[in-house]
Structures are given as C-alpha cells and as structure tokens.
C-alpha cells in the first residue's frame, strides 16, 4: 500500500480530533476523504504529511513511518493544504523552481518538471507574473503545480478546487486523472461531484471516526442502515403483503402501485418480492436497486453519532 493509516490518534486537551482512524490507499487509487467540518479530514492530512506528530498510532507512507522517517516522506509526497500558502511576491516560474530546489532538483531536470508543471496544471500564459496578480482560481493551480514538481509518488490535497469555475474544475479534474495511474491520490473535498467524477472509492470520517470506507458505486447503493428497492406494479398492491418478506425493514407509498423498499440485503429480498408477486398473481412492472445521491448518504452517515 502507499498510504496506510493505522489507529491514528489525536487529541487536543480533552478532545480527540482523529478518534481511532484507519484505512489504506494503493496505488492507482483516488480516495476522496471526506467528512464535516471539524471532523478530522485536515488533522489527519496533517499528520500524513508530517505537519503534525499523532497522539498515537502509525501512518506509512510507502512503508516509511511519518515519525521515524519525516525528510524521506516529505520527497514522497506532494501536498496542497487547504490555506494554500504561496510566496505572492514571487513570479510563477521562479516560485516552482525555488520548490523544487528544496526537493534537492537542479539544473536541467529542475528546468523540465517545471515546464512539466506549468503544462500540465495550465499556467503557460501566467508563468511570467507575480503570484500575487493571479486569481483565487490560479493560485490554486500554482498550489497544485508546487505538489507535483518533485513527481511524489502520493499526492494529499485538501479542497484542491476551492475558488475554481466550472471550466477551471474540469481542467483540474483532467490533471488528477492524468497523473492517477502512476500516483496515489487522496484529495478531501465537500463537493459531492468532485467525488463522483474522480473517486474510486471514498472513506467518510465523523466527530474523529471512520462512519464509511467503500466503492463510490457501493456507497451510493448502500443507504445508511440498508439498501432501497424500488419495485413498481400494474395496480394498486396491499403494502402489507411486504411484511410477510425478510429484510424489509419499511415501505414507503411512492403510489397505489409503487413502493420503495428499505432493506438490509439485496439479492435474498429482490427473489422473494418475485415470489410474492407469483403466489398473489401481482403483475410486476418493475424492480430495481435504488441508487441514492452522495449528499444523501454522506448526510446520513455524518448526521449520526459515531460509536464510541
């Protein structure tokens, strides 16, 4: 793994920021980490990256302890923080440079990432102007382009789209999926489309606690405390009947004829609604898996309390 976070711990007085946190990113994966505000995202982003030492537990990077080997994981990773802090009175170009010249890059190979960078996060034309003539949008993107000119192997970027437009976005999107695949990438974020568009799989932390770690496409299937069928017939049906089936756990009457079901499995409780439908003569029109909204779910599982 390259990134592997073990029972991390963090506390402050008598709060504990990061509560017990665990999970590991490989290779080739975007991991959108997620949470409310105050639960912990930016702390634990911290201590990955060797800004913050943890109360207890361990963080790797490419097998490297943040603790016992800080100088060589800062070369492994590329960071960009949620305050993006930038020298303004410095041009592009010659920022990126005085960066990579901290990661120990000189002559011709520090002149090539830069130009790479440049490039590839879409700073051509303001290359030749002061950071502090740039936009809240290319400021990001001179953030962005510092993360990646020493070529880390893990990149952690925390909001990396705030201040963007639309069009700014899509650029940005374009830059994470183009480097994805030789990189491991976790970026937090609170725009739910940035994790739809890019994400193979999300891990939601709440009040310091892991609340989710799954596939994009599981979470959206999997509300909190279940999934939802929606099944859909030619008449009106006795909402009744569903409790004679196991695992349906309520019925909501979208309609006389159509229903959403909330279930605690998928396959068993689908093949007994079928059952039903047969023994009662019930024409079906129509079953399905329910597939809910990210918002939804992240609302769901950061509304509740968190186990202790």
């Known amino acids: 793994m390259s990134l592997e976070v073990k029972n991390l711990y963090k506390q402050y007085g008598e709060q504990w920021a990061v509560n017990d946190v ?24 911290k201590i990955a990256t060797c800004y913050l030492p943890p109360t207890s537990g361990t963080v790797l990077i490419n097998g490297l302890d943040v603790l016992e080997n800080p100088l060589k994981v800062r070369q492994q990773i590329g960071y960009l923080p949620e305050h993006n802090p930038l020298y303004l009175d410095m041009y592009v170009h010659e920022y990126l440079r005085f960066i990579g010249s901290l990661h120990k890059l000189s002559g011709k190979r520090l002149k090539q990432r830069v130009a790479e960078v440049v490039s590839l996060c879409g700073l051509e034309r303001e290359q030749n102007k002061k950071i502090q003539a740039l936009s809240k949008g290319y400021r990001q993107r001179v953030g962005l382009a510092q993360a990646l000119v020493h070529d880390p192997t893990v990149l952690i970027l ?21 480097i994805s ?3 491991t990438v976790i970026f937090s974020t609170h725009i739910m489309q940035e994790v739809q568009a890019l994400c193979h799989r999300v891990v939601i932390i709440n009040r310091g ?11 959206q299937q999997q509300p909190a405390g279940g999934r939802l069928i929606r099944v859909e017939f030619e ?48 024409p079906l029109v129509g079953l399905r898996l329910e597939e809910n909204s990210l918002e939804k779910v992240f609302r769901e599982l950061t509304q509740q309390q968190p186990v202790a």
Not at 23 to 41: D, H, M, R, S
Not at 254 to 272: C, F, I, K, M, P
């Open 209 to 219: 606690k892991v609340v989710a770690d799954s596939p994009v496409s599981q979470l």
């Open 22 to 45: 665990s999970f590991a990113v490989a290779q080739g994966e975007i991991l959108g980490f997620l949470g409310p505000n105050g639960a912990g995202k930016s702390t634990t982003m």
């Open 158 to 178: 925390d909001e990396p789209t705030t201040g963007l437009d639309p069009n700014q976005i899509e650029e940005i999107r374009g830059v994470i999926r183009s």
């Open 181 to 183: 695949s030789r990189k």
């Open 235 to 282: 008449a009106a049906v006795d909402p009744l009947l569903f409790e004679r089936i196991d695992g349906i756990k309520k019925v909501e009457e979208v309609n006389a004829a159509q229903y959403l079901l909330h279930t605690t499995e998928d396959l068993g409780v689908r093949s007994r609604i079928f059952r039903l439908a047969a023994d009662n003569d019930l």
